[in-house]
């Protein structure tokens, strides 16, 4: 039996869920497009799921997404999915293969824990855009806010405008571009990867230092840009690991004063 979900999010177990999406094409060619104006999350994202796995369509488009929260989460297949329109929180996280075109806004934690593939955002993201990221591309081509890539533990994030505060903050491993200004806190306390930023930057976090713009990291940002019909700017530095935060814990109280 399937079951739909009411306005609010709960079940009705005794109601079809809705099959709203208009299936065109053959074979790897299909295509699917479906209207989410009056869909609640769980409805939309249950008419995702039923299209990608079930259906196996390659190509969904949902329309009028109202700028709801989380959706498209938790898509673990290849597909192409677009959203025209806006979302609200959590959107696209915990997706491992899909790429996924939204072009509206979204709110916070936009591809948190993404895994792989690719998260184009049209217009601006909130805070924590790609928290614990691990992999594949999340591309925002207007601003973010604070803390982007938190915490993040591979691929790459890309902002075409300006980045909030506490921008790569405890970043692991991966790589950020902001071709934009940046806020102050750049890098605190990152572990490994590498920050290239465009613009102005206000202040640097904790055990964040510049370091040479190397051939490979040209390479890299005329290659990466490119692929997003972006130029690289002649104006970028990089931000890397200072280190001394390495062997914290073996630090003497004193020491670590010093440090901070």
Known sequence: MKISYDARGLAEPN???PEVAKIEGEGSGRRAVFDAADLSTRQINSELRRLVYAEEIPDVTILNPGAKHSIAVGILAR??????????????GLIDGPEIRITGRVGWSVAENMMSGVVVIEKNA??????????GDLVVRG??????????????????????????FMLQRGRQIICGDVGGGLGDSMYDGAIYVGGK????GVDCVEAELTAADHEFLDRKLK???MEPDASFRKFVCGQKLWNY???????????L
């Not at 597909?79 to 959107?91: A, D, H, N, Q, V």
């Not at 909130?126 to 992999?135: H, T, Y």
């Not at 930057?201 to 640097?204: E, G, H, K, T, W």
């Open 15 to 17: 109601a079809q869920a």
């Open 79 to 92: 597909c192409r999915i677009t959203i025209e329109g806006s979302l609200g929180y959590f959107g696209c």
């Open 126 to 135: 909130g805070s924590l855009a790609g928290a614990a990221l691990r992999g």
């Open 143 to 168: 601003d973010v806010g604070a803390r982007t890539g938190i915490d993040q533990k591979g691929g790459t994030i890309i902002v075409g405008g300006s980045a909030g505060m506490m921008t790569g």
């Open 201 to 204: 930057v206000a202040s640097l």
């Open 227 to 229: 692929i997003y019909g």
């Open 249 to 259: 814990d073996n630090l003497e109280p004193a020491e670590r004063k010093l440090v």
